[in-house]
């Protein structure tokens, strides 16, 4: 998407070397740098660090340090290595294990001098098939806005609220929850969007605002919390999140604090979606509460914040007592009777098990 009338993926490859950019996500909104990621080890830090992240980005830079780790070794042990350190940086986002076992998977039967192009190649088609999912889904998405504008008594502008950031930050570009937004907007649709902050890491204050500012979509952040009397003052037409994993029965794992916005919505009779790539669905996963791994991050992202001061430095404060304990579970799963409906690069469809595989028959079948 754009950055200063500059269009830009969240990750691409230097042509001469085979190095791999990607936008810097811990620096912004207040600075806009790239980091090269030239070694397995690179991306592999790069995920942990949330440098990349949000699930589809994750799968795609896994993706590039499997072709990393290719140029530098590629025999069988090397192919294990590579994908036994990326599997364990993240736990919840499942489009990480998909993109793994999809270069793996092609790799495996290739000689060690084949792996590195096959690799890159491999890579670059799921970057590119981030991209045209995700536009997809926002024209799938769109239709969606388009109805509930229609129904809205008195007209626009239809409010939408989002929690954390599923933006094109979170993917290689467009974003899932924001690419029928940014269609909407981009089709003259009067649509203001409700950002929630997304504390700890606020990525809905610091990511999803400076998108939807750069591309010029009205928005307002607003503290976690708002949603509910925003909701009861019938201020909120539609929620639309991400998702990191979802089952094959519908249940839905987002960023913590979705589910609370889910039961708002559903108190108050507004829509929930969930914006969806097909590869974050898990099929092998029937229960989300109890199977869905949760990660749990360091207590620092809870006991401390980050912002600019007037002169213009960056600084981090604590804003928890010291020896405060602090828990920071990094997700919540949303049960599938909660949610409206799954916007997936196929079309809406209900969050059911039948639903899901009648849509994927071929993602059911490989899984
Ligand atoms: C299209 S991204 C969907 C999710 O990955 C997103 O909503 C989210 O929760 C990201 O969490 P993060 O911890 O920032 O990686």
């Known amino acids: 998407m754009n950055v200063d009338g500059q269009h830009y993926r969240t990750l691409w490859t230097e042509a001469h070397a085979g190095d791999v950019t ?26 942990e660090t949330m440098v990349v992240r949000g699930a589809p980005l994750i799968g795609a830079t896994a993706a590039y ?13 090397a192919l294990r290595t590579a994908y036994d350190r990326l599997i364990r940086t993240r736990p919840t986002a499942v489009n990480l294990r998909w993109a793994l076992d999809e270069v793996r998977g092609i790799l495996a039967d290739l000689p060690p001098s084949a792996r590195c192009d096959a690799a890159y ?3 670059a088609e799921i970057a590119d098939e981030d991209v045209a999912i995700n536009a997809a889904i926002g024209r799938h998405g769109l239709a969606v806005l388009e109805d509930l504008l229609r129904a809205k008594p008195g007209g626009g502008p239809l409010n ?46 610091f990511l999803t605002a400076w998108e939807l500012g750069h591309h010029g979509v009205p928005h307002t952040v607003v503290p976690d919390n708002t949603g509910g009397h925003l909701m009861q003052h019938g201020q909120v037409d539609a929620v639309i999140v991400g998702t990191d994993r979802t089952t094959a029965t519908g249940d839905v794992a987002n960023k913590i604090g979705t589910y609370l916005k889910a039961l708002a919505a559903r108190d108050n009779g507004v829509p929930f979606y969930v914006a969806l790539p097909s590869p974050t669905i898990d099929f092998s996963v029937g229960d989300g509460l109890r199977e869905i791994p949760i990660e749990q991050r360091h207590g620092f992202e809870v006991t401390h914040i980050s912002g600019r001061a007037e002169d213009g430095r960056i600084e981090t404060v604590r804003i928890v007592p010291d020896g405060t304990p602090v828990a920071n579970y990094a997700f919540d799963v949303t049960p599938a009777r909660l949610v409206t409906g799954l916007i997936t690069e196929r079309g809406l469809v209900p969050a059911k098990r039948d639903s899901l595989a009648a849509l994927f028959p071929d993602r059911l079948e490989k899984n």
Not at 65 to 77: E, F, N, V
Not at 164 to 179: H, K, M, P, S
């Open 22 to 47: 990607a936008i810097d996500q811990t620096r912004l909104p207040h600075r806009f740098e790239t980091v090269t990621l030239r070694t397995l080890e690179d991306a592999a830090q790069a995920i």
């Open 65 to 77: 340090g499997m072709a990393l780790a290719m140029r530098d070794q590629a025999d069988d042990a």
């Open 121 to 123: 190649a491999a890579a």
């Open 160 to 205: 939408i609220l989002t929690h954390c950031n599923a933006g094109w930050l979170a993917t290689v570009d467009w974003g899932t929850a924001t690419a029928p937004i940014y269609m909407a907007h981009d089709a003259g649709l009067p649509v203001h969007v409700w950002v929630d902050e997304t504390r700890p890491r606020n990525q809905g204050a």
